[in-house]
């Protein structure tokens, strides 16, 4: 099996993880839900609220857990407040290193700083997720990290995730910006990102974007297609992929009875606000809100 295809297969997975799967994430809530990443990472940026773990080998009266305090400073034995909000955990390490070793504490002090709660940085996962809301973000979180915390895609969820990167001009509610992602035409790639969720699925590892400090993640809703007549479980279904075949869509409802006419199906369309009435093959691509209607055969 190629690297290619076990990634999409995880990510597939993961993309699709059923309620057992949401029900073991903690619901977002007026307290930000503390969730551990898979992996620290050194370039993370410490702020205010992160707890963190500090080793200090062989002096384990020097090792410890401290929170950062709102003006992102904390107390450390010996050297007292250290101003740290802003620095990467390895920039953290370097001051407490300096600064044991300028007051003559330590000559070589052999001391790691990592993270155990992720509070100062947050992303806001909405749209079609089990558990939308706000989540920290934690360490070089990408996509794919950022819906399994939300309990994955729902079946009502189209094949697009929008990314919308903070900046200072956003509109905000909740701390969540507001922005129209529906319209393509307006897509800035600089602040936001469109992501094929199929193509994530597929294996390919360039959709699996990484994220930043107070991202928003919109999982867009498919839009619906139309089945009626002689199939068996007519109503509305969600288009999920893009180049939907009018078979594709025929199957989503059951598939055509014994008494339906597959060489007169019929699509009706509504384009620029004229009703089109379009005799379709079974190859033939169907449109979101279009209608399907398979008629009766003759006898």
Do not use: C, W
Not at 16 to 39: E, F
């Amino acid at each position: 099996m190629s690297d290619r295809v076990r990634a999409g297969t995880a990510i597939a997975l993961m993309l699709g993880a059923t309620v057992a799967l949401g029900a073991q994430v903690p619901a977002p809530g007026p307290g930000l839900p503390i969730v551990q990443p898979s992996a620290q990472s050194p370039n993370y940026v410490v702020g205010p609220q992160d707890v963190l773990i500090i080793t200090f080998f062989d002096q384990p009266e020097m090792t410890g857990k401290f929170t950062v305090e709102a003006d992102g400073s904390f107390t450390y034995p010996l050297i007292g407040r250290v101003n740290v909000g802003g620095m990467t955990l390895r920039g953290v390490e370097a001051v407490l290193r300096k600064v044991l070793i300028d007051q003559g504490y330590y000559r070589d002090p052999q001391l790691a700083v990592a993270v155990e709660t992720y509070r100062s940085q947050r992303i806001y996962i909405v749209g079609e997720v089990r558990t939308p809301g706000a989540y920290p973000l934690s360490g070089d979180m990408r996509l794919v990290e950022a819906l399994a915390l939300a309990g994955s895609t729902l079946p009502t969820a189209s094949g697009e995730a929008v990314v919308v990167h903070a900046s200072s001009d956003s509109v905000l509610v909740n701390a969540a910006p507001i922005v129209d992602v529906t319209d393509s035409s307006k897509s800035d790639p600089d602040h936001v990102l469109r992501v094929d969720l199929r193509e994530l699925e597929n294996g390919d590892l360039t959709q699996n974007v990484p994220l930043r400090n107070g991202d928003t993640i919109f999982v867009l809703r498919a839009e619906n297609v139309y089945v009626f007549g002689q199939v068996r479980n007519p109503g509305a279904y969600p288009l999920r992929q893009k180049n939907t075949t009018v078979l594709q869509a025929l199957s989503l409802a059951g598939g055509v009875t014994d008494r339906g006419a597959t060489g007169r199906i019929q699509i009706v369309r509504i384009a620029d606000g004229k009703k089109l009435e379009i005799r379709a093959e079974l190859t033939d691509f169907v449109q979101p809100r279009d209608t399907i209607i398979v008629p009766e055969r003759f006898f």
